[in-house]
Each structure stands twice: as structure tokens, then as C-alpha cells.
């Protein structure tokens, strides 16, 4: 067996989300579709981390376990034909040792969420931006953003259903920049993100800079750690999965990997909980 990590990009409208689910189709199946007829049957596509139905990626990563051994060039080549029409692309493919752990090795996780403040309808942009009412104060969803950097509870900032063992996350930074078109652009980065956390933070952002709040009350939702005290959530169409990080070399190491059994907690959407090597969970 031959280990590969695949960095995939994905428009998330036609998916119910990342992992296989019985109500319609997902990322993860259509991959793992497309290598049974490659001839590697049977086999399991393991995620950085799942992404909800409608959220996209710009740099998933996956990794799995082939029989044959695949000029990496050649496997993603081939994968991509079998992929079509699926809006599904694999950007890489490269060999790694069998102690690498799309999942468990990740040191970062990078989201975007995409805000278009403008009246018309969006055409080009439609289903992979929010649309809101013009204008937004940009300096004050700064203000309202830098509450939330730093290790927290974030119980207002994550979903009811969130099954995260605990609510406590460090978010390394939250930035907010205008592009030349006018796309007003959140980022997020952490290790690591609970359920609905970058769409309830991008949400509560939003009535920021619309007015609706002062930045201040952002820290005052913080600390109600209450889900009742947070803004509305932002809908999927914005999010994407942009980066995910890993230690230098992590690719290369052989042996010391996590169980293949291992694999995600029930946390959704934006999350990607690292669990404990020993976890045995499945999908």
C-alpha cells in the first residue's frame, strides 16, 4: 500500500457536504467513486476536516491508502477525468509516509468567507458569496473581530449540535480586508474550529459592520457564552476551506501514524476537532 495526500478544491453547492451521508451525494463519496474505477475499490478518502453542504474548498487535503503504486502526476490526472462533471478538482498528489494524517498531522486550518455588499443580485458570484445590504464598516468589523483572537469559550460562537469535547478554542487571528471589486474578505485561522464557528463569527461581523451592533457587544456575546446571545449565521455560500498547514517534512515521515480507524468527532461543517491518535470513531 502506498500512501497519498491529495490537495482537492470543490464548490460545495451540488454536495450535501464533505462526508458521505445517505441524503444525496458528497466530496468524500464522489472521490472515492472516482477511484473504484481507477481499480482501487474499497477504499476510504480521510479529510482534513468536513466541510458542511454548501461550503467550499480552495486546499482540502485528503489522504489514502492504494494498492498500486501511482505515478502521483498520473493519479491525479486520472482522477480528475473520472470526476467530471463534478465540480471537483485535484489540484496535487504526492507520495507521503504512512505517518502522515490528512487530519491528525494538521498544525493550521485556514477559512474565507466571502461578503458582497451590494443591492443588485449576484451573477457570477451567485451561490460562492453573502449578499448583503450596502454599506459595512470595515473598521468596525475589525474592532468586533479583534475580541475574538486568543483562547476562549466560544459556546455562543458554535452550533447546538456541536459534539466538540469541549468549547474552549485559541483563534490565531481574524482579518478583514476590501478587495479592488469591493468583496469584503474574512479570514480566520486556528488549529482548529468548532461547528458553525466561522459562519457564526462572520455572521455576528456582519451586524457590525451594518450598524446593528458595537464592536463592544461582540466581546459581551463572548463572554454570555450562550449560542442565544449570538448574531445570525452566516449562510455557506461565503465559506471555503483555503489552507490547511502542516509541520515541515510531517509528509515524509515513515511509520508513528495515527490508526486508519481513526477518523473525525461529530463536529461538521467548519470543524476540523483534533482527537486523540487512540480515537476509533468512524464514518
Request: with cysteine; hydrophobic share 35%; aromatic share 8%.
Given at each position: 500500500?502506498?500512501?497519498?495526500?491529495?490537495?482537492?478544491?470543490?464548490?460545495?453547492?451540488?454536495?450535501?457536504?464533505?462526508?458521505?451521508?445517505?441524503?444525496?451525494?458528497?466530496?468524500?463519496?464522489?472521490?472515492?467513486?472516482?477511484?473504484?474505477?481507477?481499480?482501487?475499490?474499497?477504499?476510504?478518502?480521510?479529510?482534513?476536516?468536513?466541510t458542511d453542504a454548501g461550503v467550499h474548498a480552495l486546499g482540502q487535503v485528503a489522504h489514502v491508502d492504494l494498492q498500486k503504486d501511482?505515478?502521483?502526476?498520473?493519479?491525479?490526472?486520472?482522477?480528475?477525468?473520472?470526476?467530471?462533471?463534478?465540480?471537483?478538482?485535484?489540484?496535487?498528489?504526492?507520495?507521503?509516509?504512512?505517518?502522515?494524517?490528512?487530519?491528525?498531522?494538521?498544525?493550521?486550518?485556514?477559512?474565507?468567507y466571502r461578503i458582497a455588499p451590494r443591492r443588485a443580485p449576484l451573477t457570477f458570484d451567485r451561490g460562492l458569496a453573502w449578499r448583503?445590504?450596502?454599506?459595512?464598516?470595515?473598521?468596525?468589523?475589525?474592532a468586533g473581530g479583534a475580541y475574538l483572537v486568543g483562547k476562549h469559550d466560544f459556546t455562543t460562537f458554535r452550533a447546538s449540535q456541536?459534539?466538540?469535547?469541549?468549547?474552549?478554542?485559541?483563534?490565531?487571528?481574524?482579518?478583514?480586508?476590501?478587495?479592488?471589486?469591493?468583496?469584503?474578505?474574512?479570514?480566520?485561522?486556528?488549529?482548529?474550529?468548532?461547528?458553525?464557528?466561522?459562519?457564526?463569527?462572520?455572521?455576528?461581523?456582519?451586524?457590525?459592520?451594518?450598524?446593528?451592533?458595537?464592536?463592544?457587544?461582540?466581546?459581551?456575546?463572548?463572554?454570555?457564552?450562550?449560542?442565544?446571545?449570538?448574531?445570525?449565521?452566516?449562510?455557506?455560500?461565503?465559506?471555503?476551506?483555503?489552507?490547511?498547514?502542516?509541520?515541515?517534512?510531517?509528509?515524509?515521515?515513515?511509520?508513528?501514524?495515527?490508526?486508519?480507524?481513526?477518523?473525525?468527532?461529530?463536529?461538521?461543517?467548519?470543524?476540523?476537532?483534533?482527537?486523540?491518535?487512540?480515537?476509533?470513531?468512524?464514518?
Open positions: 500500500m502506498t500512501r497519498y495526500r491529495l490537495t482537492i478544491e470543490y464548490h460545495g453547492g451540488p454536495f450535501v457536504g464533505w462526508q458521505k451521508q445517505d441524503n444525496g451525494p458528497s466530496v468524500q463519496g464522489a472521490i472515492e467513486h472516482a477511484l473504484s474505477r481507477l481499480g482501487e475499490r474499497d477504499t476510504l478518502v480521510y479529510g482534513s476536516g468536513r501511482w505515478e502521483p502526476f498520473r493519479l491525479s490526472e486520472a482522477l480528475n477525468h473520472h470526476l467530471k462533471p463534478d465540480p471537483i478538482a485535484i489540484v496535487a498528489a504526492q507520495r507521503v509516509g504512512d505517518g502522515f494524517h490528512a487530519r491528525f498531522s494538521a498544525v493550521l486550518r485556514r477559512y474565507l448583503v445590504s450596502p454599506p459595512l464598516d470595515i473598521a468596525s468589523m475589525r456541536c459534539q466538540a469535547a469541549s468549547p474552549i478554542k485559541s483563534i490565531d487571528s481574524v482579518t478583514i480586508a476590501e478587495t479592488p471589486s469591493g468583496m469584503i474578505e474574512v479570514r480566520c485561522e486556528a488549529r482548529s474550529f468548532l461547528h458553525n464557528q466561522v459562519r457564526s463569527i462572520v455572521g455576528t461581523l456582519e451586524r457590525v459592520g451594518a450598524g446593528a451592533w458595537a464592536p463592544e457587544d461582540v466581546r459581551t456575546a463572548l463572554e454570555a457564552a450562550n449560542r442565544a446571545a449570538c448574531g445570525p449565521v452566516a449562510p455557506p455560500d461565503g465559506l471555503y476551506l483555503a489552507e490547511v498547514v502542516y509541520p515541515e517534512g510531517a509528509e515524509y515521515s515513515e511509520g508513528g501514524g495515527h490508526s486508519e480507524r481513526a477518523e473525525y468527532s461529530q463536529d461538521g461543517d467548519d470543524a476540523a476537532e483534533p482527537a486523540p491518535p487512540s480515537a476509533t470513531s468512524a464514518y
